[in-house]
C-alpha cells in the first residue's frame, strides 16, 4: 500500500456514509485505476458494501473503528476526544506517510480543526483556506474560490494568502497560465468596501512574483461570469457565496420541471415537442451535469503539509468519487510541492501557526 496513489478515506463521514463511500471509491477507480485505498470505519457496516463491487476488494486496506465524528460534535470536542475516530484515523495515515491525501464526507469544522493539527500548516502560510472551482459560463473554464469557511475573520495578510494558494490552484489545477485574481468586494470601484479588503488589495499591488495577475475588487456575478480566475474572500462571506450559488442551481431546476408539470397544457406542450427535445437531448446532458453540484464536490484544505479534501455532506456516491478525483489530482501533481516552490519564490518566510480554535466552526 506503500507505492503509486494511495488514498485515505473517512468511511463514516458524511450523510449517506458508509454507501457514498465505498461506491464513490469504486467509481474513481475509472479514472484512477492505479488508486488504492486505506478506508477507516465500523468494519461490520463496510466490508459487505466493498464485497459487492468486483476488484475492490483488492485495493482496499480496511481498518476498523467504531468511533465516529457526527455533525452535531463542536471542533474542540471532537479534536480532543475523536483520536480514535474514522476521520482523525485517516488524516493520521496521510501524516503518518501511509497515504498522499485523505477525503472525508464529514464534519467541516471538526475536519478542519483535526487536519490543521496534525498536519500542521506549511511554512509561510498563517491560515490554511478551503478552496473549490466553481463553473461560469465559459465552457471549460472554472474559477477557484476561497475561503470558503475555515475562517470567518481574516486580516490583510491572511488574503493575500489566500491569493497565492488559489493563483496555484488556478494555474496547476484548472490548467489556467496566468491566472486573474480578483478580491470578491461590493463594488468594483477602489474606495468601495472595508478596510481589510482595502488594504489587502495594496498588498496585491505591491507583492512580485505573483502566480498570476491581480486584477482589483470583482463583484458577486463576475464569480459566474469567468471574468475572474480567483475569487479572494473571508470564510463567512465565502460560505454564503457558496450556499446561495448551490441554492440557486437547485431552485432553477425545481422551477423547470415545476413549469412543465404546471398545467395539462404544459404537459400536452411537452408531449407534442418531445421529437425536438429527443434530438436535443445530448445539449440537455450536458448542460445538466454542468449544472450539478456533484460534479464540482470536493473542496480542498489548502495551506497544510499534507492534502485533505472536504466532500460535502449531503453528497451521492458521484459526488463523492469526484472529491476523490480532486485529491488523486493534487496528488499526482505533488501540489503542496508547488505551493512551497511559490512561496520560496515570493520570498515568503515561515510564520507561526495560529490555535485551532481561530478555525471557524
Known amino acids: 500500500m506503500q507505492n503509486g496513489l494511495v488514498i485515505s478515506l473517512d468511511g463514516m463521514g458524511g450523510d449517506h456514509a458508509p454507501q457514498i463511500v465505498i461506491e464513490g471509491a469504486h467509481l474513481s477507480r475509472q479514472k ?31 481498518r476498523h473503528t467504531a468511533e465516529r465524528i ?49 498536519l500542521k500548516v506549511l511554512p509561510g502560510i498563517t491560515r490554511p483556506a478551503i478552496a473549490t ?37 488556478s494555474r496547476e489545477i ?18 468601495k468596501g472595508h478596510e481589510v479588503v482595502k488594504e489587502a488589495a495594496e498588498l ?19 464569480i459566474g461570469a469567468g471574468t475572474v480566475d480567483v475569487v479572494v474572500t473571508d470564510g463567512f462571506t465565502g460560505n454564503i457565496v457558496l450556499k446561495t450559488i448551490e441554492g440557486t442551481a ?22 407534442l415537442c418531445l421529437p425536438g427535445f429527443v434530438v436535443a437531448l445530448p445539449a440537455f446532458i450536458a448542460l445538466k451535469k454542468r449544472a450539478d453540484p456533484s460534479s464540482y464536490n470536493g473542496a480542498s484544505f489548502i495551506g497544510l503539509k499534507g492534502l485533505c479534501i472536504k466532500s460535502h455532506g449531503g ?3 458521484v459526488g463523492f468519487a469526484n472529491a476523490i478525483g480532486v485529491a488523486a489530482d493534487m496528488a499526482l501533481i505533488q501540489f503542496n510541492e508547488k505551493i512551497a516552490q511559490e512561496l520560496e519564490r515570493m520570498g515568503i518566510g515561515q510564520t507561526q501557526p495560529e490555535t485551532v480554535e481561530d ?3
Open 32 to 62: 484512477y485505476p492505479q488508486a488504492t485505498f486505506i478506508i477507516f470505519g465500523d468494519e461490520n457496516k463496510i466490508k459487505p458494501l466493498i464485497k459487492k463491487y468486483p476488484g475492490l476488494e483488492a485495493v482496499v486496506e480496511l
Open 174 to 191: 484548472l490548467k489556467i497560465a496566468e491566472p486573474r485574481i480578483g478580491i470578491l468586494n461590493i463594488g468594483s470601484e477602489s474606495m
Open 359 to 361: 478555525t471557524a466552526a
Open 133 to 169: 472551482a466553481l463553473p461560469t459560463k465559459v465552457p471549460g473554464h472554472g474559477a477557484v474560490m476561497l475561503d470558503l469557511g475555515a475562517n470567518v475573520e481574516c486580516d490583510p495578510k491572511n488574503l493575500l494568502e489566500f491569493a497565492i494558494l488559489g493563483g496555484v490552484f
Open 315 to 317: 453528497t451521492n456516491a
Open 70 to 118: 457526527t455533525s452535531e460534535d463542536k471542533p474542540s470536542i471532537a479534536l480532543r476526544n475523536g483520536r480514535n475516530s474514522s476521520m482523525r484515523l485517516a488524516i493520521d495515515a496521510v501524516a503518518k506517510g501511509e497515504a498522499q491525501c485523505v477525503v472525508s464526507a464529514g464534519n467541516t469544522g471538526a475536519l478542519m480543526a483535526m487536519a490543521k493539527f496534525v
Open 250 to 271: 437547485k431552485l432553477m431546476a425545481s422551477l423547470v420541471k415545476q413549469s412543465f408539470q404546471s398545467s395539462w397544457l404544459m404537459k400536452i406542450g411537452f408531449i
Open 204 to 222: 496585491l499591488e505591491k507583492a512580485s512574483h505573483l502566480p498570476g495577475k491581480y486584477i482589483g475588487f470583482v463583484e458577486g456575478d463576475d
